[in-house]
Nanobody
């Protein structure tokens, strides 16, 4: 069965950095676009960044540009998100997503989420 396991969340002060990691199993990793999403208190889940399977092309939400970096390791079957200059409004549960890129509307899998709290 498919599993996406996130790690690396925690409490950090404003201006600090965190690195999130998502390890995937039970799927052919290179068939999947990988991404990070987040859901803040009382908010909807929103895109943070994605990285394509074959080209490794990246896409970032405006709030993430210049502060966050996504990359993937197809050998280790993981996708990481380096977050810098964190702000209180980055506080959210961060979710890893795997999207089957072989077809439009391909199956999507989610991790269980990892909490990131940015506070003095």
């Amino acid at each position: 069965q498919v599993q996406l396991v996130e790690s690396g969340g925690g409490l950090v002060q404003p201006g600090g950095s965190l690195r999130l990691s998502c390890s995937a199993s039970g799927l052919t990793f290179t068939d999947y676009q990988m991404g990070w999403f987040r859901q803040g208190p009382g908010g909807e889940r929103e895109l943070v960044a994605t990285i394509d399977d074959f080209t490794h092309k990246t896409n970032y939400a405006d709030f993430a540009k210049g502060r966050f970096t996504i990359w993937r390791d197809d050998v280790e079957r993981k996708v990481d998100l380096q977050m810098s200059n964190l702000k209180p409004q980055d506080t959210a549960v961060y979710y890893c997503q795997a999207r089957d890129s072989r077809a439009i509307g391909g199956v999507v899998y989610w991790g269980q989420g990892t909490q990131v709290t940015v506070s003095p």
